[in-house]
């Protein structure tokens, strides 16, 4: 079989992304331009699928179990016509860990974790935050979940483990995709090492 295709969505804005602060594995719900962005996927989704000549219900749906996700999910999917809740969650798809530091924001742990933020900026890739997990480590939970996959998929997740895909799939190189901003309200298409963007 060839290389399933992603359909990949970053789940839509939340009030902690307004302030800058790191969620990670905490349950943040959308705020009303999050909804507005997870209700734009859906019909970005619908005319790529249109192109393609495909039907969505052809296609597999799983999201983060983090309800910015879910609820990104479920909004994209009524834009799209379809059931809300006919998808799956798996936990692979949550956001990466940042463990104590979850809840702040970087210029305060400039303040609070000065050493600890040095290490990070200089190797993004491998540190681990007190308590969390690094970008290696988020890319190969994806790793294991794209290498479980048997057919084509839309993904409601989040920014980390988008990064940590790209990473596994060779689009971005390890040190580079740590880096990379994840638009919000965008459709990101994988396709092997392939990636193409729909806003």
């Known amino acids: ?32 331009k999050g909804r507005g962005q997870a209700s734009h ?57 940042f463990g104590d530091w979850e809840g702040s924001t970087i210029a305060l742990l400039h303040q609070n974790d000065p050493a600890r933020i040095s290490q990070r900026e200089h190797d993004k890739w491998h540190f681990v935050p007190p308590g969390g997990e690094s970008y290696e480590m988020c890319s190969h939970r994806m790793k294991s979940w794209y290498d479980s996959l048997d057919a084509d998929v839309v993904v409601t997740s989040h ?15 390890p040190a580079v995709a740590p880096l990379i901003d994840i638009i919000q309200g965008e459709v990101y298409v994988f396709q092997g090492d392939k990636l193409t963007r729909y806003a």
């Open 1 to 32: 079989m060839s290389a399933p295709t992603v359909y990949f969505i970053r789940h839509g804005e939340t009030d902690w992304n307004v302030a800058g602060r790191l969620q990670g594995h905490r349950d943040i719900p959308l705020n009303d």
């Open 41 to 97: 996927c859906g019909k970005l989704l619908l005319d790529i699928f249109a192109r393609e000549g495909r039907d969505p219900l052809s296609i597999y749906y799983t999201s983060s179990p983090l309800q910015r996700a879910t609820e990104t999910m479920e909004l994209a999917r009524t834009a799209m016509g379809l059931p809300a809740r006919g998808y799956i969650r798996d936990p692979r798809l949550a956001e990466i860990a």
């Open 159 to 173: 920014g980390g483990t988008c990064r940590g895909l790209m990473a596994c799939l060779g689009v971005a190189k």
